[in-house]
């Protein structure tokens, strides 16, 4: 079956540090997101693709960095983490405009 | 700018009573409504969204565009609806979707 996956699931790290966050799908999805879920903010768009090649900043985006090498995986690197990027985090994708988009199962991340 | 207002962020409904759960929006352009649901220890999934106009689980949202409104409702809770759920409007020709800041479901036995 197609899917959408995230790896890690979990991740400790150290402020400072660069940590890349892993998604991938096979449903040759030309659309993919990534997303922060955090208490009292819902889910905020951190950055966008519509294909490869293509890379576009959500509303969250500083500290955040994203490439699209392929259809099928979309990582997310934080450049220098912070303790204010603590979240879950989660990865979704979609095929076409008004589609509904499907999420993976979240990448709960702690900067200490 | 398009934004999604959930106004409360926990509700607790008796089983058997009725549940609406609210969702105001602004955009000035035509908005596709959706309504997603996250379950305990689960992936958010999409529940519904306004051009279907279905019903999914008993819930049934219709969109207001005079009151800007997308609400979520069941006429009778069950237990298994307890879960977190997000209101979101995406543009007609745009991939993006704005979230709302949730509303956490739970159902009292």
């Known amino acids: 079956d197609a899917e959408i996956t995230q790896s890690p699931r979990h991740k400790i790290t150290e402020t400072g540090r660069q940590v890349t966050l892993a998604c991938h799908q096979t449903?040759?999805?030309?659309?993919m997101f990534w997303y922060r879920q955090d208490l009292g903010h819902g889910l905020r768009l951190i950055h966008y693709?519509?294909?490869?090649?293509?890379?576009n900043k959500g509303e969250v985006s500083d500290g955040y960095s994203v490439s699209r090498s392929n259809t099928e995986d979309l990582p997310l690197t934080l450049e220098s983490a912070a303790s204010s990027q603590t979240s879950v985090y989660f990865c979704a994708s979609s095929a076409r405009r008004g589609s509904e988009a499907f999420f993976g199962q979240g990448t709960r991340l702690t900067v200490v | 700018a398009q934004r999604v207002t959930q106004p409360e962020k926990l509700l607790s409904v008796f089983k058997g009573a009725p549940v609406e759960l609210k969702c105001n929006y602004s955009?000035?352009?035509?908005?596709?409504l959706f309504w997603y649901v996250q379950y305990s220890r689960q992936r958010l999934q999409l529940l519904l969204r306004?051009?279907s106009r279905e019903s999914i689980k008993g819930f049934t949202a219709d969109l207001n565009k005079g009151e800007t409104s997308f609400h979520l409702k069941k006429p009778f809770a069950q237990e298994e609806d307890s879960a977190m759920y997000y209101c979101?409007?995406?543009?007609?020709?745009?991939?993006?979707?704005?979230f709302g800041t949730g509303t956490r479901l739970t159902i009292i036995p």
């Open positions: 693709s519509y294909g490869v090649q293509d890379t």
């Open positions: 955009y000035s352009g035509s908005p596709e």
């Open positions: 449903w040759n999805h030309n659309n």
């Open positions: 979101a409007l995406g543009r007609i020709g745009n991939e993006k979707l704005t």
């Open positions: 306004h051009i």
